[in-house]
């Protein structure tokens, strides 16, 4: 006998909210398309290494807040017969999508920089000052629109993500303006491209590892499975858990499967409904992530001796 949990709706977030997501994110993809083109114009004319990489960075920001856009769209998509979970996995594939682009701009970003160091070309400073104040401004403008549902998947934490550093690349190339126009150093453009690879790296490689957890199918981070078997072995008429696993659908939807062995009269004297949603009110509130769509097969101790396969 198998059992679901008492809620069903797929969607831990309302239309209402994803409609708010979307006019977010098309905000903040409208000015970083018009900053990239300004940047790419920068870059050009002033032949800045940091102009340039924030541009490229830009690029590939515009790209990937398209893709959030596209994606927060999908996930609102009914669940079908095929697809029963629906598109909730389009915002993971569009973070990973995010996360390999970032990752691969922020390692051409050190190796041209390491060349830029040990032959500095000359550079305008205040061209380059003027195009980094109107990338910094721009950047804000989006941080701010993004700032209140940063957190709510991880299509939007990405877009934050990538917003946030900008900014900080449009700081770096700000300061190194005033480096190269008070010294005369042009490796300052090196410098601050630097900077700006060495934001990318680590953020990106930690966003690429949670969205290889969910597409991995790894049990959601802060959530004990042995701790997990155990509280249910505590149920009252439980006898054994096997087969007990965890994942993640999405950012919100974490899952969870068990075979629960119980004794044979369970399944006669009417005890099986209330250790059902024992079970099902144990996953859903006792720990820290809370786990609202579990799927458990009661089962009397002889039916392991047939099935194809146990696991832990």
Do not use: K
Not at 65 to 85: G, H, K
Not at 102 to 129: C, F, N
Request: aromatic share 4%; net charge negative; with cysteine.
């Amino acid at each position: 006998m198998s059992g679901h949990s008492h809620s069903h709706d797929h969607a831990p977030t309302t239309v209402e909210e994803a409609r708010g997501h979307r006019r977010r994110l098309a905000v903040a993809f409208g000015i970083t398309t018009t900053v990239l083109l300004v940047e790419v114009v920068g870059a050009i004319w002033t032949g800045s290494l940091a102009l340039l990489v924030d541009a490229a960075h830009m690029l590939t920001d515009a790209g990937g807040l398209l893709l959030a856009l596209v994606a927060s769209v999908l996930t609102m998509r009914a669940p079908t017969a095929r697809r029963t979970w629906g598109f909730r996995r389009a915002e993971v594939l569009a973070a990973l999508g995010q996360a390999a682009v970032l990752l691969a701009v922020g390692v051409y970003v050190i190796v041209e920089a390491v060349q830029r160091l040990l032959d500095p070309p000359e550079i305008p400073s205040t061209e380059l000052l003027v195009f980094g104040v109107i990338g910094l401004v721009a950047n804000i403008a989006s941080i701010a629109v993004l700032l209140s549902a940063r957190s709510d998947n991880l299509n939007l934490r990405a877009a934050f993500l990538e917003v946030v550093n900008d900014a900080l690349g449009s700081v770096a190339v700000i300061v190194a303006a005033v480096v190269i126009a008070t010294t005369g150093w042009g490796g300052a453009d090196a410098v601050a491209a630097l900077f700006v690879g060495a934001l990318i790296i680590p953020r990106t490689v930690r966003l690429l590892r949670e969205a290889l957890d969910v597409l991995l199918e790894s049990t959601p981070r802060g959530l004990d499975l042995d701790a997990v078997r155990d509280h249910l072995l505590g149920v009252e008429l439980v006898r054994g858990v096997h087969d007990l696993h965890a994942s993640q659908i999405a950012t919100g939807l974490p899952v969870l499967t068990a075979h629960v062995v119980v004794d044979d009269e369970c399944f006669h004297d009417g005890h099986v409904p209330r250790i059902l949603d024992a079970l099902q009110e144990c996953v859903a509130g006792h720990f820290e992530v809370n786990i609202e769509h579990s799927t458990f097969q009661l089962e009397p101790p002889s039916h392991a001796e047939h099935e194809a396969g146990v696991h832990a």
